[in-house]
T-cell receptor
Framework: AQKITQTQPGMFVQEKEAVTLDCTYDTSDQSYGLFWYKQPSSGEMIFLIYQGSYDEQNATEGRYSLNFQKARKSANLVISASQLGDSAMYFCAMRGLSGSARQLTFGSGTQLTVLP | NAGVTQTPKFQVLKTGQSMTLQCAQDMNHEYMSWYRQDPGMGLRLIHYSVGAGITDQGEVPNGYNVSRSTTEDFPLRLLSAAPSQTSVYFC???????????????????FGPGTRLLVL
C-alpha cells in the first residue's frame, strides 16, 4: 500500500521569501511518480509539478521545485519568491505501478499562508 | 478544450435519495477517476476506469456505482445517499502510458472543478 505523509498542517511565509513544504512517502513499488497540487480557496485542484522516481534531476517548474531525496523517501516542494496568490492548500500525491495504485494517493495537505 | 467538466456544482439531497454526478472530458484520456475530499483530509479514491467498459474500486467504494460506456463520460451514482457521503467530489482524467514504468508525466491527472454534495 502507498502512503503519503504531510506533517505540516499549516505554514506561514513572508511575501518574497522561499518556503519548503514537506512530504514523505512510502511504497513498495520500484517505479512511481510524485506530484504536487495546489488547491486555492475556490476549490479547484491545480497541478504544479511532477517527479519520476527514476529522474536523476530534481523537477522544476517556474518558481516551484521539487527536492527529491529517494533514499529518505521525501519529495518536498520549494516555492521561491512567495506571492500572495500562493496562499492555498498544497497536496502531495503519488502514483504507483498498477491497479488502484496507478491512480493518486494523497497526503492530508498543508495550508500555506503568505503574509504581506 | 473544456478539459474535465462536472455537473452539478452543488447539490443537496435527503437521506435515502439517489443521484448521479456527471463527469466528462474532451481530451481523449483513457484513465478517469472519482475522488472525495472531506474536511482536513486529502482526496481519497472512490472508483476508477482505465478505459471504456472497464472500472474498478478504489479506497472508499461503498455506496457508489460507476460505469464507463464511452471514453468521454464517467458518471458516479449514489444509490441511497447517507449523511456520511457529504463531501466534495472530484473527477479526474489522464492519459494512459501502459508499459511505461511509473507512467511518466503524461499520466498527470487533471481535475474537474468539483461537486459539493450535502446530504441531510
Amino acid at each position: 500500500a502507498q502512503k503519503i505523509t504531510q506533517t505540516q498542517p499549516g505554514m506561514f511565509v513572508q511575501e518574497k521569501e522561499a518556503v519548503t513544504l514537506d512530504c514523505t512517502y512510502d511504497t513498495s513499488d520500484q517505479s512511481y511518480g510524485l506530484f504536487w497540487y495546489k488547491q486555492p480557496s475556490s476549490g479547484e485542484m491545480i497541478f504544479l509539478i511532477y517527479q519520476g522516481s527514476y529522474d536523476e534531476q530534481n523537477a522544476t517548474e517556474g518558481r516551484y521545485s521539487l527536492n527529491f531525496q529517494k533514499a529518505r523517501k521525501s519529495a518536498n516542494l520549494v516555492i521561491s519568491a512567495s506571492q500572495l496568490g500562493d496562499s492555498a492548500m498544497y497536496f502531495c500525491a503519488m502514483r504507483g505501478l498498477s491497479g488502484s495504485a496507478r491512480q493518486l494517493t494523497f497526503g492530508s495537505g498543508t495550508q500555506l499562508t503568505v503574509l504581506p | 478544450n473544456a478539459g474535465v467538466t462536472q455537473t452539478p456544482k452543488f447539490q443537496v439531497l435527503k437521506t435515502g435519495q439517489s443521484m448521479t454526478l456527471q463527469c466528462a472530458q474532451d481530451m481523449n484520456h483513457e484513465y478517469m477517476s472519482w475522488y472525495r475530499q472531506d474536511p482536513g483530509m486529502g482526496l481519497r479514491l472512490i472508483h476508477y476506469s482505465v478505459g471504456a467498459g472497464i472500472t474498478d474500486q478504489g479506497e472508499v467504494p461503498n455506496g457508489y456505482n460507476v460505469s464507463r460506456s464511452t471514453t468521454e463520460d464517467f458518471p458516479l451514482r449514489l444509490l441511497s445517499a447517507a449523511p456520511s457521503q457529504t463531501s466534495v467530489y472530484f473527477c479526474a482524467s489522464s492519459y494512459s502510458t501502459s508499459g511505461l514504468a511509473g507512467g511518466g508525466p503524461q499520466e498527470t491527472q487533471y481535475f474537474g472543478p468539483g461537486t459539493r454534495l450535502l446530504v441531510l
